[in-house]
């Protein structure tokens, strides 16, 4: 039964990836786009408009329409190349310098410590990489040859420890507890006298806990270990500080805080071992090169800049509480069926993300209910975005000890600006339907 589902499931997505193939534009000479009195205006996209209500702003959010404006000039006009010496090279290194700027006051860092990068992809893989390869060479493997991450890490993460560990490096995963959390005591157990570096999640992408960031990080100091953290989820929806958190490097992607996608940051602390992994020209302050993506450097600060604001901030992730609160109330009195992944304490904004809950369906798999749930007009996520096109149940809820079959059956709503009261009665109201059927 479980495999016809899934054989309908893949003929279902077919038939909608061909009714929304996108129209990408041959160009035949002359203007090759719409002039811009003809055109939507980019942040009234299908995903927002009113017959559908988007709840995966984990996955990815809307374009900010203040980081779209700012990042205009420079796909046009002023699109020098960065690294180059006349004016509109300078004019570009300009922006490219001032975006920095901006986006290093928004991570609590100094800008020569901020490095751009396509993603938080590459920002988790260049530093996981970059730190151990260049702390070993440095130290050698006596000193600095074991690894230590969290076993509910993004991929992002995962797979460049598996990639360490194949070049040499012993590796240990620590597990979260129950509710979702890295112990101190658990990552003090998993530390060695040679453990290079230490890599947690500042808050994970598919539960919503904030781990305890500035206690791990002092955990792994203590036994002279370096500490990473991939911030990607925690950036613009909880006050963040690299400063005040005392981490030795950090991840950021834009496209989760209102920014472009394929543009990310990393934060590094001035004085740690580092070996580039994108080798090339000098871009970067030698740490990543490649011509730089200034438009997407621009956006990302202006979006960044724009969440971190601490006014915004603050209000955005109450109004967000209150929306999660309420809609977990809901899902709580539809019965038994329905139970959160991890406890989520009303009104917790310290060690939950405003905006996300996740939780699973008894009896019902994941992939049919986001399937009728998308008929019905709401996206969303089984688990992490990347990996919402397998049938393998979430490695995360795994890692909390959560059944198999019960982790099939998960299901995550992640709000963001647009998300109201109205949109998340709809969403309950077509759940509840769904569990009567
Ligand atoms: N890390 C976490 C925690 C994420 O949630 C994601 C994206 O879902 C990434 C890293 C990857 O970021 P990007 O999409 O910018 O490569």
Same mark, same amino acid.
């Given at each position: 039964?479980?495999?016809?589902?899934?054989?309908?499931?893949?003929?279902?997505?077919?038939?909608?990836?061909?009714? #929304?193939?996108?129209?990408?534009?041959?160009? *035949?000479?002359?203007?090759?786009?719409?002039?811009?009195?003809?055109?939507?205006?980019? #942040?009234?996209?299908?995903?927002?408009?009113?017959?559908?209500?988007?709840?995966?702003?984990?996955?990815?959010?809307?374009?900010?329409?203040?980081?779209?404006?700012?990042?205009?000039?420079?796909?046009?006009?002023?699109? &020098?190349?960065?690294?180059?010496?006349?004016?509109?090279?300078?004019?570009?290194?300009? @922006?490219?310098?001032?975006?920095?700027?901006?986006?290093?006051?928004?991570? &609590?860092?100094?800008?020569?410590?901020?490095?751009?990068?396509?993603?938080?992809?590459?920002?988790?893989?260049?530093?996981?990489?970059?730190?151990?390869?260049?702390?070993?060479?440095?130290?050698?493997?006596?000193?600095?040859?074991?690894?230590?991450?969290?076993?509910?890490? *993004?991929?992002?993460?995962?797979?460049?420890? +598996?990639?360490?560990?194949?070049? &040499?490096?012993?590796?240990?995963?620590?597990?979260?507890? #129950?509710?979702?959390?890295?112990?101190?005591?658990?990552?003090?157990?998993?530390?060695?006298?040679?453990?290079?570096?230490?890599?947690?999640?500042?808050?994970?992408?598919?539960?919503?806990?904030?781990?305890?960031?500035?206690?791990?990080?002092? +955990?792994?100091?203590?036994?002279?270990?370096?500490?990473?953290?991939?911030?990607?989820?925690?950036?613009?929806?909880?006050?963040?500080?690299?400063?005040?958190?005392?981490?030795?490097?950090?991840?950021?992607?834009?496209?989760?805080?209102?920014?472009?996608?394929?543009?990310?940051?990393?934060?590094?602390?001035?004085?740690?071992?580092?070996?580039?992994?994108?080798?090339?020209?000098?871009?970067?302050?030698?740490?990543?090169?490649?011509?730089?993506?200034?438009?997407?450097?621009?956006?990302?600060?202006?979006?960044?800049?724009?969440?971190?604001?601490?006014?915004?901030?603050?209000?955005?992730?109450?109004?967000?509480?209150?929306?999660?609160?309420?809609?977990?109330?809901?899902? +709580? @009195?539809?019965?038994?069926?329905?139970?959160?992944?991890?406890?989520?304490?009303?009104?917790?904004?310290?060690?939950?993300?405003?905006?996300?809950? $996740?939780?699973?369906?008894?009896?019902?798999?994941?992939?049919?209910?986001?399937?009728?749930?998308?008929?019905?007009?709401?996206?969303?996520?089984?688990?992490?975005?990347?990996?919402?096109? $397998?049938?393998?149940?979430? #490695?995360?809820?795994?890692?909390?000890?959560?059944?198999?079959?019960?982790?099939?059956?998960?299901?995550?709503?992640?709000? &963001?600006?647009?998300?109201?009261?109205?949109?998340?009665?709809?969403?309950?109201?077509?759940?509840?339907?769904?569990?009567?059927?």
């Amino acid at each position: 039964m479980f495999h016809s589902t899934i054989g309908i499931l893949y003929v279902m997505r077919h038939v909608i990836a061909k009714a #929304h193939r996108p129209v990408i534009m041959r160009y *035949h000479g002359g203007m090759p786009y719409a002039p811009t009195s003809r055109r939507r205006p980019a #942040h009234a996209s299908p995903a927002t408009s009113p017959e559908r209500v988007y709840l995966d702003h984990a996955a990815t959010t809307p374009l900010a329409p203040e980081a779209l404006e700012a990042m205009m000039p420079y796909f046009a006009a002023s699109f &020098g190349n960065a690294s180059t010496l006349y004016r509109e090279g300078r004019q570009a290194r300009e @922006a490219l310098e001032q975006a920095r700027e901006v986006l290093a006051e928004a991570l &609590g860092a100094s800008p020569p410590e901020v490095c751009f990068t396509s993603g938080g992809t590459e920002s988790n893989n260049a530093l996981i990489a970059g730190i151990c390869i260049a702390s070993r060479r440095r130290l050698g493997a006596q000193k600095a040859g074991h690894v230590v991450a969290s076993a509910f890490e *993004h991929p992002a993460v995962l797979e460049p420890v +598996a990639a360490l560990k194949r070049a &040499g490096f012993e590796v240990t995963l620590v597990r979260p507890g #129950h509710d979702g959390f890295v112990s101190p005591d658990a990552l003090k157990d998993a530390l060695k006298d040679n453990t290079a570096l230490v890599s947690v999640m500042a808050a994970n992408n598919e539960v919503g806990t904030i781990q305890p960031v500035r206690e791990l990080a002092a +955990a792994a100091h203590e036994r002279g270990a370096l500490f990473h953290t991939d911030a990607v989820q925690a950036l613009g929806k909880v006050g963040f500080s690299v400063a005040e958190l005392g981490v030795d490097a950090a991840s950021f992607s834009a496209h989760k805080v209102g920014g472009p996608k394929g543009v990310g940051a990393f934060y590094l602390r001035r004085t740690t071992p580092f070996e580039p992994q994108q080798l090339g020209g000098g871009q970067e302050g030698m740490r990543r090169a490649g011509t730089q993506n200034v438009a997407g450097a621009v956006g990302f600060a202006t979006a960044a800049s724009r969440a971190c604001e601490p006014g915004r901030l603050l209000a955005e992730a109450a109004r967000l509480v209150a929306l999660r609160d309420g809609l977990a109330a809901r899902l +709580a @009195a539809l019965g038994a069926r329905v139970r959160m992944s991890v406890p989520l304490p009303p009104g917790d904004v310290q060690r939950h993300l405003p905006g996300l809950v $996740s939780f699973t369906v008894n009896g019902l798999d994941s992939q049919t209910m986001l399937v009728s749930l998308d008929e019905a007009g709401f996206a969303l996520s089984a688990a992490s975005a990347c990996s919402a096109s $397998s049938l393998k149940a979430s #490695h995360v809820l795994l890692s909390l000890g959560m059944p198999r079959d019960r982790a099939l059956g998960a299901l995550r709503v992640s709000m &963001g600006e647009q998300t109201n009261a109205r949109q998340i009665d709809a969403f309950v109201h077509t759940l509840s339907g769904m569990l009567k059927t």
